[in-house]
Every structure is written in C-alpha cells, then in structure tokens.
C-alpha cells in the first residue's frame, strides 16, 4: 500500500519555509538586484541602438552618394536622428538627465525620425513625383517641432530614469508627436504590408520572395518601435523600452540587407547576363 509521504514534524518554535514567507525575501532581492542591473543594461541596450542606427545610417549614406536616390537620403536622415535620439537616452539614463538632453531626446526620436523614415517609403512605392510634394510640408512640420520642443515650457527632470513625455510637456508637444510618429508608423507599415502582398502574388522568382520578406521585417521593426513608449509609458520598465529601440532599428536594419542583398543579387544577374550575350 502506498501513499502520499508523511510530512516532517516542524522543530518546537519554527515553522517550514513556505511561498509566503519567504516573499518579502524574494521582492528585497529583486528590487536590490533591480538597482544594481538596470542601469547598466539601460546604458548597454542604448549604446546597442545608437551603434546599429549609426552603422544603419552609414549604410544609406552611403548608397545615396552612388545612387543619388531620394529615398536613401531621407532614410539617412531619419537614422541620424535616430542615433542622435538614442545616444541622448544613453547620455540620460548613464549621467542623469536634464532638460537640454531630454528635448533632443524627445524631438529627435519621438517627433521627427519617424516621417522622415515614412518620406522614404513614400519615394519608394510612389516615386520622386508624389515624395517632391510631401517634403516640403515635413520639413514644416520639423521646423515647427523643433521650435515648439526647444521652447515650450517643461517640468525638471533629473536622476537616470527615463522620463515619460505626458509628465514633461504640455499638450502641444506631445501632440506633435503623436501626429507625426502615428502618421509615419501608419505609412511605414501599410506600404511595407502591401508591397510585401504585392511582391508575395508574383511567384515568378526568388527575388519577389525574398522583397517580401525584407518588407516584412521592416514593417515587425516599426511595430516593435512603436510598442516602446506604449510599454515604457504604461509599465514603466526602462529596460523594456531600451530593448524595443536596440530590437526594432535592428529587425529594421534586416530588413534593408535583406532588400539591398536582392537588389545586389539581381544586378550581378544582370551583369552576368550582358557578359552570356554579348559572348559569341
């Protein structure tokens, strides 16, 4: 006959440590290790954004001087404020923050990056045509941004954890910034999603594939972008919004080697195929 084993006799005076008592241990442990960890894991995956958008800026600057095409000029310029934004957070959250850090932190990566990543994808799917007619506007609406950031009137901010931006700034701000980064998130993903749909419908070849694949990792690493101030705003948790920036530029960058790898795989094609024909 088997049974369940008899529980041990509690000495005289004490009790077994069970879930409850040891909770208190459990939450000053992890509340000490959160003091000890976050900052440095804040700092990490900040520096890691800043590292991945300059070597992503780099990238399109780069092509843009051989290519001279207006979407790899307006990418470059929305990865630079990228960079520029997350290197901000970096100085933050690594020295403490002040207002002068926080309005470059604010302008640069909640406002301004993301239209100018959305002009990109407007030259892109529609051509140099409809991009010539949006650009003006977007750079009246970056001047406006920075003029009303640099000047509006804000509460102090200090120590190292990142400040929300319903906290700072009135409502002008952060109007602004839900109008360009809602505006620009909608653009960048509706064109990614439909031209990796469109390219998904041509099965004629691999290079179709792989573009869809490559617009579809753009459009998961705008998402993952854009879910950072959500969880940072909501929860709180710095270092889920630092890992949302490292992980989106990041997916994003994928994505922008996957699509110039199949550019560059179908000009080398093309070369091969002029050097087949014009070989007697």
Not at 82 to 90: C, D, E, N, R, T
Not at 143 to 160: D, H, I, K, N, Q
Not at 212 to 224: E, F, S
Request: one cysteine or more; a positive charge; aromatic letters at 8%.
């Amino acid at each position: 006959m088997t049974g369940a084993p008899c529980a041990r006799p509690a000495a005289a005076g004490l009790s077994e440590p069970g879930p409850e008592s040891l909770r208190p241990l459990v939450h000053r442990f992890t509340k000490l290790a959160a003091r000890v960890a976050s900052p440095g894991v804040v700092i990490g995956l900040a520096f890691a954004a800043t590292a991945v958008a300059s070597l992503f800026a780099e990238a399109t600057f780069v092509r843009w001087t051989t290519r001279r095409t207006s979407h790899l000029a307006a990418w470059t310029v929305a990865l630079v404020m990228f960079a520029g934004a997350s290197a901000a957070l970096a100085i933050g959250v690594g020295t403490g923050w002040d207002t002068g850090t926080f309005r470059v932190f604010y302008l640069l990566g909640a406002i301004l990056n993301v239209p100018w990543l959305a002009l990109g994808t407007l030259y892109l799917m529609f051509g140099t045509a409809v991009g010539a007619r949006v650009r003006p506007w977007l750079l009246v609406f970056s001047g406006l941004a920075a003029g009303v950031v640099l000047a509006a009137p804000m509460e102090p901010v200090s120590g190292r954890e990142i400040p929300v931006g319903s906290d700072v700034f009135d409502v002008f701000p952060r109007a602004l910034a839900a109008i360009g980064s809602g505006a620009g998130a909608v653009v960048i993903v509706g064109g990614a999603l439909w031209s990796g749909y469109r390219y998904a419908r041509d099965r004629s070849g691999a290079r179709w594939q792989r573009l869809a694949a490559a617009n579809g990792l753009i459009a998961l690493g705008t998402l993952v972008l854009s879910s950072g101030g959500l969880v940072q705003g909501s929860v709180g948790h710095d270092e889920a919004f630092t890992l949302s920036l490292a992980v989106g530029i990041s997916v994003i960058y994928a994505g922008f080697l996957v699509a110039e790898g199949n550019r560059a795989a179908g000009a080398s094609g093309a070369s091969a195929a002029a050097i087949v024909n014009r070989s007697p």
